[in-house]
């Protein structure tokens, strides 16, 4: 029996993309979510694989940081972790997130 990939609409792209870590203050455990409390220690942004094509029609692939998020755009900034080069990521673009098949409508 063929494997079926997980597929998740682009709308749904918040889930994986704009994840927080931080130091819970109460035990001192990381905590992951998606809003940090004010009293929260070395808040971090999650880093995750995306795969997706450029606007000039090229495949790139690589652990991201999402910096901003312009929802009326469906764009997000993001930042790849070994380059720390800055890009804009159009949502419908997007192919893969962490393993998971990214549908466009």
Known sequence: MPYKQPQQSFQSLRNYTEKFSWIEERTG?????YNPPKGAQDVQRVPFF?????????????????????????????QFVESQEIRILCDYLVIEVDGIRILTH
């Not at 995306?50 to 764009?75: A, D, I, P, W, Y």
């Open 29 to 33: 455990l990381r905590t992951t979510g």
């Open 50 to 78: 995306v795969r997706f094509v450029t606007q000039s029609g090229r495949l790139e692939e690589g652990n991201v940081v999402c910096l901003k998020v312009n929802r009326r755009r469906h764009q997000r900034m993001i």
